[in-house]
């Protein structure tokens, strides 16, 4: 009996240890790969250790292009992106939960549809809009197609559909305002689901590449993940100040996941309850 | 209870403060000279071409620039298919006040903006500047920038592929390490005595020759047969949109894919399709092909493991005399309705292409001086002199019909792998010769006829 649980976790343990190395391997080899010198990027086998551990790709990764500056301007991007997505989502989703009203199916599965489009496709429109607004070169131009997030206001809905709506009857005739409902109810209840939805967001907006480079001409407001591509070049072979920059880039979600990962797993499991 | 209203109420007036100001915040750009012209350059330099052109950039502001009261702003715009993209954007826009005065983009950028009314073309410039003469030019990047006999963009970053090979490995194999190849079958004969096999019998520790020809290698393969060849019509789309392949009718693709099904049979061919550069300076393998402008990192990343050689592509047969075609990049103008702005980008262009300008930026990147003056200059003598490999690839340049061009068609992208997967699936799948031809031309003749049918 005892053996056979025993040996379940001995399972369970090992598949989690391959699964882990293979998710954290390129984490580490990029982390490492920046104290590599020139010639140890291209000797035969890879290294896993390099010999010595110099700053001097950081140094060059920190001059070569205003990194910190694009750091900022992601950091912003990001953020506030997340903060106002976030805001719509939960005003979104907590009306399709709560409330009924006309339209309300037709305006649910409109927001779903845009989930269909591949965001590559709207790209070109996008930037039409965008600059007809003469918001090219503006945080608000970068920002503008995270603001509603579909994903978001979806897995949100899952999830406040899991709160009985008798809660809200009773609340209502307690009276207690729809609000204060949402900021004392529902948002505690859904604390997990909006955290992970909040941290996800953050990453997607932070790793995006292309649409923050189509809408900004001026370098100044350019996010990191252009200037990831500033340090390299195709005919290149100098990866070090490259893989300095992606370390620095990894750094800050780090201790993030580390610290919450027991909400984040709540919550992915929460979303994925209720149909 | 109210206690709890305040609490929450700070942070979000905060956060409201915050949002407002940053959204509509813009980033500080440097403060300008009002009677100086400003024009805009959006280029895909990075690493070490990026600092080569900021160099440049800064000695034309602080020479030309300052004298003719012209400031330049030389904007990096993510990779050469993302400053097409930028400009494809802007275009379709009908925006030219989105556009940048100057952009360099590769033979993929090209077909979005040669037929756009905001490109001016660059004869015209040429035409009306008694100064400047085309004859300084390479006469090869002029016609790979030329499209239906106008010359449209200004060569800027030209290069041309280049066989690599290792010396030690052509000694150890009993090669004469002074005479690589010279064409396809004797690559064949060198590639089966460079190939090493492991103790095992099994693995390869060394190929004799590695890669999977592509568009890139193939206009150079196709283009020096029977004098001078194209994949398709029309040029290789240098005289309009092409409308079908040539290289079947011709009989070129075929002779090319006989000549490459040899090189495979001798076994010393290695069917890598990514990180060939890799593999080379690994000592993985003991040739192969890439563009002249890797020479630079190749050399400094092998280091003194072995010595490294260079040599003309070898040639389909003993016929195939064209040479080589130029790929690299080039340089747009585009029209900001304003005189002052045009002048200064033309004056800024001639500056990049004058004969010094390109001996800095031949000596930083390794790609060719498109400026004929600049061979001629003691200082380019004694950097060939000192790194005779760039003498092989220059001489090959020289050698090559400045006819051949490079493709312009449309899915470029899939193309590249649709050949690439095409080659492979002939060698290691036992296609014949006659119906790789057949099934990859009417492929890629559906691109070209779709694109046709969108684009009348």
Known sequence: MMTTRRMQHMINAIVATVLGLIVIFPIYWAFIASFFSSAEFSSWPPRLFPSSFSFTHYVRALTQSPLLKFMFNSLLVSGLGTIVRMIIAISAAFSVAFFSFRGKRILFFLLLGTMMLPPDALFIENYLTVSRLGLVDSYLGIMSVYLLGPVQVFMLRQSFKSIPKTYHEIATMDGCGDFRFLFSVVLPLSRSVVLTLSLHSFFTIWNTYLWPLLVTNDPNMRTAQVGITMLGYADSLDYGPVFAAISLMVLPSVPIFVLMRNRIAEGIKAGMAVG | MLKRRIRYRVPIMLLLLIVTVALFGRGVSESQNQQKTEIEFWHPNSGLLGEAMTELTEQFNQTIGEEKQIVVREIYQGKATDVATKLRASLQAQRPQDLPDLAQIDATGVMDVRESDYMIPIQNFVEADPD?????????????????????????????????????????????????????????????????????????????????????????????????????????????????????????????????????????????????????????????????????????????????????????????????????????????????????????????????????????????????????????????????????????????????????????????????????????????????????????????????????
């Not at chain 2, 460079?194 to 290698?217: C, H, N, R």
């Not at chain 2, 040029?235 to 092409?242: F, V, Y």
């Open chain 2, 132 to 456: 400047f003469s085309l004859e300084q030019l390479q006469p090869g990047t002029v016609l790979s920038m030329t499209y239906k006999d106008v010359m449209i963009g200004m060569p800027f970053n030209a290069s041309t592929i280049l066989l690599y090979y290792n010396k030690d490995a052509f000694s150890k194999a009993g090669l004469d390490p002074e005479r690589p190849p010279e064409t396809l079958a004797e690559l064949a004969a060198y590639a089966k005595k460079l190939k090493i096999t492991a103790p095992d019998g099994k693995s390869i520790t060394q190929y004799g020759f590695a890669g999977v020809p592509s568009t890139y290698e193939l206009v150079s393969w196709i283009g020096q047969q029977q004098g001078v060849s194209y994949i398709t019509d029309k040029r290789n789309g240098h005289d309009g949109n092409p409308t079908q392949v040539v290289w079947d009718t011709d009989g070129t693709l075929a002779t090319f894919l006989d000549a490459w099904r040899n090189v495979y049979e001798s076994g010393g061919l290695g069917n890598l399709t990514s990180d060939v550069r890799q593999q080379f300076i690994a000592g993985k393998t003991a040739m192969f092909v890439i563009s002249t402008s890797s020479l630079a990192t190749i050399l400094d990343s092998v280091g003194d493991r072995f010595t490294v050689g260079a040599g003309y592509l070898p040639k389909v047969d003993e016929t195939a005399t064209g040479g080589v075609n130029i790929g690299g990049g080039a340089i747009f103008i585009f029209d900001q309705k304003n005189d002052a702005r045009r002048a200064a980008a033309w004056e800024f262009l001639k500056f990049l292409t004058s004969a010094e300008s390109q001996l800095l930026w031949h000596q930083r990147t390794g790609y060719f001086p498109v400026n004929m003056d600049t061979y001629e200059l003691d200082e380019f003598k004694q950097h060939t002199d000192a790194n005779p490999l760039f003498g092989v690839a220059i001489d090959q340049l020289h050698d090559s019909d400045p006819r051949i061009q490079s493709v312009w068609w449309p899915n470029s992208y899939q193309a590249y792998y649709d050949i690439q997967n095409a080659v492979i699936e002939m060698l290691e799948g036992g296609v014949s010769t006659d119906q790789t031809v057949q099934s990859l031309s009417e492929r890629l003749n559906r691109y070209m006829q779709e694109y046709n049918r969108m684009n009348p």
